[in-house]
């Protein structure tokens, strides 16, 4: 018995044998039909390494023909093809596949389908797909979802979830692919696939988000402004308890609330974390500093700061480069320095963006010998220095009216390579028009040589003259651009928090109201429990407050080319008083179909708040609530400026209260126009309650903010006040400006005055006749 195995054995071999030398001289030969042959010896033939894969597919086809294939024969050969890119004969080979009812194996079917997505062949995926969504469902769903996803491939694998999603009875609810698939569009941003894919998943029976998918969710809807659904997500995750909030979950609402602006209420949530089950960790003092150095919170921001070393984190360079800049904006310059120090000691090193900071800091702040000789330093050792350093320091060369220095500038940059944008063109373009010397446009072309963005600016600059000159409708309109739709009296309701719990009706559940005052001893963060239960919206809810300050030039590449260019020759116009060619222009380029955002709006808003034409001031503001287009700080501080103007110190007073209550914050300019507005109303006592508020948050007076509270006090006759504030502006080397000079010359008459009326009263007593 064993003699009849082991000449079996030999006989398979040598079959074996012989088949592969025939098939390796010819890819056709002829073998006899009265040829016996196993599925072991098939598998045997097609898995020998010295045959070419064509004579493989041709000994297959052959076999196939005589004996039923098995998924293993099917299986060899395919991957056979795939590594040899012989990939133009697996359609057929797929087709012969659902002609004999054969299923790879999920082992197998995921390698090909694998095989397929690295190499870019896409449509032979998703043949694969289709020949087998029916029999493994949720293999296709996960397997071919992500690797797409990897491949970058977000439309594809966006139309494949769908189409699998309606054929498969049901997703699993640990699914990882969805989660892949939210995290990809979210990243991408894509608001309204993401909601889409959301929704379904929300309809699909028998689904369920987990954790992960939570947090993706509550992140993307909250970055996106949707405060309201993310807080929902948050209240569905504790309620159902089957996948309770984690670190990521409360790191996710931090971000969420520092997005919105609503910093105040993070850092109660991130206090209440400090003694809960969920420790707070690298990312969340990071998402805290970044938020707090953004809203000129900075007495906050270096207590985290400070806190997150002592916890045992090691601030990287990221938050080092958060602290000093919110530093540099608050003013505190030395502060700024020694922070710069302290970082290269602890050995975190800087980046590009470090030194950016720094020199973009000293110049505000006035330190501009201190910033060129930064810039000149790092520009010898070769490192430290890209496009945007050079651009920052076009732009303040632009400012000092040194244009010859400026265009030589960004010949030294374009030498060295780096790309001239947007941004340096047209803080160049204002410059050459507030010096009148168009004729420069020449030399500016000369000295970008590299790309057509030079060529772009000057076509639209010759396009929008000639819109000026001929605008597309001639027909008189004697309508106003800016339609009034209230008065003054209206203007706090422009600023109605819609996600506030007093701004819906509250909701009705068998005719007795909601309570939203139960709160969970256990919980480890009743602050967001609370915040949860008082959402009651919801849609989307619309973002009336951005914490970004709207830039002239958004970078958005093309799509956002003509309102920059709208926005830089709105500047401009402005500049030189043309506010009319200004106008025209605005309205000229909105029906043109170019929406206008929060820059343009400020701009215009600002020349009208100057020239005293504040209705329609307000009408700009009710336009940007009607096109949803968010305030900014520069926003609100043309809106209190006008008030001040107008006596209304009341209204602006009320105006700031609600900023705040909506999250906003101050800036040393809402600072300085709040004291002015408030000062000339008289309001002295507020004053000075509004002084003490900007240096307990961090935020260090500047000339503009002691001139003022010299002023104002001198005005209303308190004079050692007037002189308190001069002396703290001198002890904190704060140097004074031509502006103080005409200021001490109005106390000083002040003083001569009150010292003439008391010299008048003692000579009455003395001599009462």
């Known amino acids: 018995m064993r003699h009849g195995r082991s000449w079996k054995g030999v006989g398979e071999v040598l079959l074996v044998a012989s088949i592969t030398n025939a098939l390796s001289h010819s890819a056709t030969p002829n073998l006899p039909h009265s040829l016996k042959l196993t599925q072991p010896i098939i598998l045997k033939i097609l898995s020998n390494p010295s045959l070419h894969p064509s004579h493989k597919l041709h000994f297959f086809n052959w076999s196939r023909s005589h ?131 959301f929704q379904r998943l929300r309809d699909k029976k028998g689904f369920s988000f987990d954790t992960h998918g939570y947090n993706v969710c509550i992140h993307a809807f909250g970055c996106w402004g949707d405060y309201a659904t993310s807080l929902a997500l948050y209240k569905e995750m504790k309620e159902k308890g089957l996948f309770p909030p984690d670190l ?103 980046s590009c963006w470090t030194y950016n900071i720094l020199i973009h800091g000293l110049l505000k702040n006035g330190r501009a010998e201190a910033a060129y000789t930064l810039f000149c330093d790092l520009k010898k050792k070769g490192q430290f220095v890209d496009g945007i350093t050079y651009s920052i320091m076009v732009l303040q060369l632009c400012k000092e009216g040194q244009l010859e220095e400026a265009l030589q500038l960004v010949e030294e940059m374009e030498s060295r390579g780096f790309v001239v944008d947007l941004v340096t063109i047209t803080s160049l373009l204002i410059s050459i028009h507030r010096h009148d010397r168009w004729d420069w446009t020449d030399r500016l072309m000369k000295h970008v040589r590299e790309g057509d963005l030079v060529p772009s600016v000057l076509k639209w600059k010759a396009g929008m003259e000639a819109s000026l000159k001929n605008p597309p409708s001639k027909k008189e309109d004697y309508s106003p651009m800016f339609p009034s739709k209230g008065d003054l009296s209206e203007i706090l309701s422009l600023f109605q928090d819609t996600s506030s719990p007093n701004s819906h009706d509250a909701e009705v559940n068998d005719g007795e109201e909601t309570s939203y005052n139960e709160i969970d001893e256990w919980s480890s963060s009743p602050h967001m429990d609370k915040l949860a239960n008082q959402v009651r919206s919801t849609g989307y809810s619309s973002q009336l407050f951005t914490l970004s300050r709207g830039q002239r030039v958004q970078k958005r590449g093309s799509d956002s080319f003509d309102i920059d260019m709208v926005n830089t020759f709105l500047s401009i116009f402005l500049a030189k008083g043309k506010l009319s060619l200004a106008c025209k222009l605005f309205e000229i380029f909105s029906d043109a179909g170019v929406d206008p955002v929060s820059y343009t709006y400020n701009s215009i808003m600002s020349s009208f708040v100057k020239k005293g034409y504040f209705t329609e001031a307000l009408a700009i503001l009710t336009e940007m609530g009607e096109k949803l287009c968010p305030a900014d700080i520069a926003t609100y501080n043309m809106i209190i400026q006008g008030l001040g103007e107008m006596g209304r110190a009341d209204l602006a007073s009320a105006v700031l209260d609600r900023l705040l209550k909506q999250g906003g914050y101050l800036d040393i300019v809402m600072y300085n126009t709040l004291i002015n507005a408030l000062g000339k109303a008289g309001r002295i006592n507020e004053v000075n309650n509004l002084f003490e508020q900007m240096r307990n948050s961090g935020i260090n007076p500047d000339v503009v903010t002691y001139n003022t509270l010299i002023e104002v006090h001198s005005k209303a006759g308190r004079l050692k006040d007037a002189f308190k504030f001069l002396k703290m502006m001198l002890d904190a080397g704060c140097s004074p400006n031509h502006v103080t000079d005409t200021t001490l010359d109005y106390l000083g008459r002040e003083i001569d005055k009150l010292r003439y009326q008391r010299a008048s009263i003692l000579s009455e007593k003395d001599n009462p006749s």
Not at 151 to 160: C, G, P, T
């Open 67 to 197: 004996y039923p294939p098995s998924p293993a024969s099917y299986s060899l050969i395919l991957r056979t093809l795939c590594r040899a890119s012989f990939l133009s004969d697996i359609p057929s080979l797929l087709h012969s596949m659902n002609q004999d009812g054969v299923v790879l194996d999920p082992h197998s079917f995921k390698l090909l389908l694998h095989s397929l997505i690295l190499s870019d062949n896409f449509h032979l995926a998703l043949q694969l797909s289709d020949y087998h969504q029916h029999l493994h469902p949720s293999l296709i769903y996960n397997s071919l979802l992500i690797a797409l996803l990897r491949k970058n491939q977000l439309s594809l694998a966006l139309s494949i979830f769908f189409k699998l999603l309606d054929a498969a009875p049901h997703v699993h609810s640990k699914s990882i692919a969805c989660n892949h698939l939210l995290v990809a569009l979210r990243k991408a941003g894509m608001k309204v696939e993401f909601k889409k894919v």
């Open 248 to 350: 990521c979950t409360y790191n996710s609402l931090i971000i969420v609330l520092c997005k919105l602006g609503k910093v105040e209420d993070a850092l109660i949530v991130w206090e209440e974390l400090k003694g809960s089950a969920h420790e707070p960790d690298g990312f969340t003092y990071t998402i805290l500093i970044q938020a707090c150095s953004k809203t000129y919170r900075i007495g906050d921001a270096t207590r985290i700061f400070n806190l997150m070393q002592g916890n045992g984190f090691r601030p990287d360079t990221l938050v080092y480069n958060s602290l000093l800049d919110g530093l540099f904006k608050a003013a505190k310059v030395n502060d700024a320095c020694q922070l710069f120090e302290k970082m290269v000691q602890e050995g975190v090193r800087p």
